[in-house]
């Protein structure tokens, strides 16, 4: 598959549970980022890795955990999530940060119980 | 802050109609801004983008205009379709390389 991938495509959780969401790349990036996107912040950026580094961390809560083994794949691990967590998860990968097009994955739709 | 404004938050024109998205941004040293088009269910794409070094930017019916001193660049779309029907999101790369989007706008093209 080319291009930015996403799975799960939806995904429906109890405030209690542990999951994660897993995004992969097969474009050759060296940066990729978690996008929470929602009706009150459109596209509210979360976390940037950069050469498998974290470079940003938007005053994320801690119930959301990122993990970047390499450059190609990245997770947010998720638990103990709040209902206003609900939204779409967007993962996306450019070649250097701040400079070049951004190409998003299809996103994950959350919902929290 | 690290901030960047756009208006108007919905646009509504008539078929064939031009329609303009206008942003502004905070950092003086930005010199990237896209635009993207996010179709509803699907995920947001570059149409556009700019660098600092020229002022406007062409793309058959889609054209972005950048304002250094003033801060703001626009995007044109000219004829529209009702296939531009979206939302539009700007960007710029705001201090250390941070590309910060506006808060989007929503483009209803009425045929």
């Known amino acids: 598959e080319t291009g930015v991938t996403q799975t799960p495509r939806h995904l429906v959780m109890g405030m209690t549970n542990k999951k994660s969401l897993k995004c992969e790349q097969h474009?050759?990036?060296?940066?990729m980022y978690w996008y929470k996107q929602s009706a009150k912040k459109p596209l509210e950026l979360m976390f940037v890795y950069n050469f498998k580094e974290q470079t940003e961390n938007n005053s994320v809560p801690s119930r959301f955990s990122p993990e970047c083994p390499n450059s190609s794949h990245l997770f947010l691990h998720l638990h103990t999530l709040q209902p206003e967590d609900s939204a779409l998860y967007l993962c996306?990968?450019?070649?250097?940060?701040?400079?070049?097009?951004?190409?998003f994955g299809p996103g994950t739709r959350l919902t929290v119980l | 802050g690290e901030n960047v404004e756009q208006h108007p938050s919905t646009l509504s024109v008539q078929e064939g109609d031009s329609a303009v998205i206008k942003c502004t941004y905070s950092d003086s040293a930005s010199n990237y801004f896209p635009w993207y088009k996010q179709e509803l269910g699907k995920r947001p794409q570059l149409i556009i983008d700019?660098?600092?070094?020229?002022g406007e930017k062409k793309d058959q019916r889609i054209a972005v205009t950048l304002n250094k001193t003033a801060k703001h660049f626009s995007l044109h779309i000219t004829e529209t379709q009702p296939e531009d029907s979206a939302v539009y999101f700007c960007?710029?790369?705001?201090?250390?390389?941070?590309?910060?989007f506006g808060a989007g706008t929503i483009l209803r093209v009425k045929s």
């Open positions: 700019i660098r600092s070094n020229v």
């Open positions: 996306a990968s450019s070649q250097e940060t701040g400079r070049n097009e951004q190409f």
């Open positions: 474009l050759g990036h060296n940066a």
């Open positions: 960007a710029a790369n705001l201090y250390g390389n941070k590309l910060v």
